[in-house]
Nanobody, 119 residues
Framework: QVELVESGGALVQAGGSLTLSCVAS????????MGWFRQAPGQEREWVAS????????YYAATVEGRFTISKDKVKNTLYLQMNNLNVDDTGAYYC????????????WGQGTRVTVSS
């Protein structure tokens, strides 16, 4: 079992920046990849970015590429999402996730942290 706890959500003005953190604990040795999803009010949860835990590869949704950066600190077992040039469409609950395999499913989820971007 892997536990994930997000933090860093806040109210920010459009054009601003914010960094989210996610601390992983438990059986982290089994983690293959980690990622971020988000869910806007009334919308389905969507994938934002992901990173391989033992390699450098990163992946981004087209809507955030060039503005968001996913990174990790393996010593601290912490995942980050640096978000720049935020716009109102980035508003939502952001969820940290982890998986033990490379398939389409994700095995573990955090409780989420809320980001609100005001115009």
């Amino acid at each position: 079992q892997v536990e994930l706890v997000e933090s860093g959500g806040a109210l920010v003005q459009a054009g601003g920046s914010l960094t989210l953190s996610c601390v992983a604990s438990g059986r982290t040795a089994n983690v293959f990849r980690m990622g971020w999803f988000r869910q806007a009010p009334g919308q389905e949860r969507e994938w934002v970015a992901s990173i391989l835990w033992r390699h450098t590869a990163t992946y981004y949704a087209a809507t955030v590429e060039g503005r968001f950066t996913i990174s990790k600190d393996k010593v601290k077992n912490t995942l980050y999402l640096q978000m720049n040039n935020l716009n109102v469409d980035d508003t939502g609950a952001y969820y940290c996730t982890a998986s033990e395999g490379s398939g389409s499913s994700w095995d573990y989820w955090g409780q989420g942290t809320r980001v609100t971007v005001s115009s």
